[in-house]
């Protein structure tokens, strides 16, 4: 197993990049925005300077990724600027389906703005392990690798947020992998989070 910073995806692996997301986060916004736009973020990490991919690689297969950005905010802006036509085709499809998705849809882009903070930070944006592997400690192993390249002069901590309710593994994996639960909150939609910080001692 082989763990690679932003490598050079065939078109088959970003097929199972998006696979394991389709998979692991299942019922989640983006996940119900489809395949097309969820191969367009993934390679949209893949492009833009501050942010990237961590991708475990078994054989041929990608087994695992992990996303991640030292700046959120211009990540979402530069998706849009860059892929707004297929952004908004995707987003047309999932309005048809859905209206309301369009609300939801708009507040994820603002959403990084509103949670601007003084200090710079890495945002472990997301991870996810084929269900096929899972408790492989491949999880494990990405973070590792995004700890590895984190660069405590540039940034304060590596942050990310994940459910507070029905998601104890999630929870007790971040635990394990020496994350701290920095404050718990609810989003608009009435989700409500946990928000987990790690720093090197
Ligand atoms: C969360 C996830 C990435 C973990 O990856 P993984 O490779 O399966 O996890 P690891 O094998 O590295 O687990 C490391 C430790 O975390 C803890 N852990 C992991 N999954 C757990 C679970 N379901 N319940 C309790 N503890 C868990 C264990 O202590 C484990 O160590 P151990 O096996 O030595 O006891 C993976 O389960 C996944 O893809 N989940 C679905 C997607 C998701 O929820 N992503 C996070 C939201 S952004």
């Known amino acids: 197993m082989e763990i690679m910073e932003n490598p050079v995806l ?3 692996e970003l097929d199972d990049v998006v696979k394991i997301h389709m998979d692991t986060f299942t019922g989640f916004f983006l ?14 990490f893949l492009a833009h300077e501050n942010s990237g991919l961590i991708v475990a690689k078994n054989k ?10 030292e700046d959120l905010s211009t990540f979402y802006k530069y998706l849009i600027k860059t892929r707004l036509i297929p952004f908004a085709w995707y987003s047309l499809g999932a309005a048809i ?3 309301s998705a369009m609300v939801r849809l708009i507040r994820a882009f603002l959403k990084p703005g509103e949670t601007k903070r003084e200090e710079k930070y890495v ?8 269900p096929e592997t899972k408790g492989q400690h491949i999880g494990t192993k990405m973070i590792d690798k995004l700890k590895e390249m984190f660069d405590a002069d540039k940034f304060a901590y590596i942050n990310l947020e994940t459910d507070a309710v ?12 020496d994350f701290m639960l920095s404050r718990t909150f609810e989003t608009l939609e009435g989700r409500k989070m946990n928000e987990y910080r790690w720093t090197r001692r």
């Open 10 to 12: 065939s078109k088959k």
């Open 31 to 44: 996940t119900f925005l489809g395949k097309g736009f969820l191969r367009q973020m993934y390679k949209g």
């Open 60 to 69: 041929n297969a990608v087994v695992g990724v992990l996303a991640y950005s």
């Open 97 to 99: 389906r859905k209206p």
């Open 123 to 130: 945002e472990l944006s997301s991870i996810g392990v084929s």
């Open 166 to 177: 029905n998601n104890e593994g999630t929870n007790a994996f971040y635990i394990k992998n």
